[in-house]
């Protein structure tokens, strides 16, 4: 390993241990919001009007009648007959990440560095970052972590922000900046002591120039904020894209590296037990064909242990990357992979940007102009989130849900919300 690696990784370690410090002294940024709950409104963004509604009225209208009556109950109509609900985002924030708590708490991250919070009947504005923020996770309604980062008009790295949660109820979280040197991807975690982060170099994808996956392991007493860099970093050095996992003994990390002067390859890496009480990492992705510059970035989910998917880990002379599906029958046995061309009556994927599921036969894809699509293992059905018959323009970030009647999408000052029919 080069000493140009030591210097990087001492770098990332230090600015760590900093923000530790900072945090162990209680410094808090941005204000809390009441725990009143049954507040008529919360309070305005910046730059936000107060008189205007939160959320209008749901009902049914027939639009484009010309009848006056009609009219205004298609202006009151805020779900399709599918039950998408279009909720107000405030100030017309673009949202890039969700999470919820299973319980009806559900946060969102913004570019304009807003973490936002859905309370029930809106979403009201928990803290206010000053960087844009990219990505959010909880172990739990009162436990959080959120991140992310600037990206500059040259590709080199700017300042971001890892920030944690916490609080006695979810209206009531105190937000600490952890650290202000790392730039956060994604972050996702096994649970409150198991937590796993990806910081980036923006448009970087040498080998030489790689992400960092980082590692908590809980509070600690040294005074330091918990975060170490894990040896994956080392192991597999590569651009990450994302992290995700069903639980401690199945974590999966995809993202991709310079593989020549004009190609580009995707990596995955998947965290397994190693027989003696600890984890160890392996590769275990579908077979390399062609990758191209205009590639997407490697999108990685996974239903259960046994099933994970994966977008944009390879692609084609078109730019297309394709769906591919792995099964594995468990244990430490390896995944099998099926690719999907997602071309002809299907999507394609340099349109999409975020997938969901809790099954393998119910998975939703979205991204560009709102595309949102279902997938049940066997065919493409295009979901209706319109509310006038006319194609959605924004495009869809990030999908959550807790099941098949609560499905959260947001993005481009937009917010969907699937609710049981």
């Not at 936000?48 to 209208?61: I, L």
């Not at 984890?279 to 242990?305: K, L, M, N, Y």
């Amino acid at each position: 390993m080069s000493a140009r690696w030591h210097l990087r990784l001492a770098a990332v370690a230090t600015s760590i241990g900093l923000g530790a410090v900072a945090c162990s002294e209680g410094s808090v940024l941005g204000e809390v919001m009441s725990d009143d709950e049954d507040a008529a409104a919360p309070p305005p963004l910046p730059g936000e009007d107060a008189s205007a509604p939160d959320v209008e009225d749901a009902g049914s209208g027939d639009g484009g009648t010309g009848d006056p009556d009609a009219d205004v109950a298609d202006a009151a109509k805020t779900c399709t007959d599918e039950g998408w609900c279009h909720v107000v985002v405030p100030d017309d924030q673009t949202l890039r990440a969700l999470w919820g708590d299973g319980q009806g708490t559900v946060w969102t991250v913004s570019d304009e560095g807003n973490i936002l919070r859905w309370n029930g009947t809106a979403w009201v504005q928990s803290y206010a970052a000053g960087v844009p923020l990219t990505t959010i996770w909880g172990s739990g309604s009162t436990d959080l972590w959120a991140g992310g980062g600037v990206t500059s008009t040259d590709g080199a790295p700017e300042p971001g922000v890892l920030l944690h949660g916490t609080g006695p109820s979810p209206s009531a979280i105190a937000w600490t900046k952890v650290a202000t040197e790392v730039n956060v991807r994604s972050i996702w975690g096994s649970s409150a002591t198991d937590v796993f982060a990806v910081t980036s170099v923006p448009h970087r994808v040498e080998a030489a120039d790689p992400s960092y996956l980082l590692h908590y392991a809980g509070e600690p007493t040294d005074g330091s904020s918990g975060w170490t860099v894990d040896p994956l970093t080392t192991e597999l050095p590569a651009h990450f894209d994302r992290v995700w996992g069903t639980s401690a003994d199945d974590v999966w990390v995809s993202g991709r590296f310079r593989f020549s002067a004009a190609m580009v390859r995707g990596k995955v890496a998947h965290r397994l037990p190693d027989g003696e009480g600890g984890h160890r990492w392996r590769t275990d992705e579908p077979a390399q064909t062609f990758s191209s510059e205009t590639r997407s970035e490697t999108i990685g989910f996974s239903v259960s242990p046994t099933h994970a998917y994966l977008i944009g880990f390879i692609g084609n002379a078109g730019g297309d990357g394709n769906l591919h599906t792995g099964v594995s029958p468990g244990g430490d046995a390896p995944f099998t992979w099926t690719q999907t061309v997602t071309s002809g009556t299907g999507p394609s994927t340099r349109s999409l940007a975020t997938a969901w599921g809790f099954s393998p036969t119910e998975i939703w894809f979205a991204g560009e102009y709102g595309r949102l699509r279902r997938w049940n293992g066997q065919s493409w059905r295009i979901a209706n989130v319109s509310l006038d018959g006319l194609p959605l323009q924004q495009a869809i970030h990030a999908i959550w849900g807790s099941g098949p009647g609560d499905i959260w999408a947001v993005g481009a000052g937009l917010a969907l919300h699937k609710v049981t029919q």
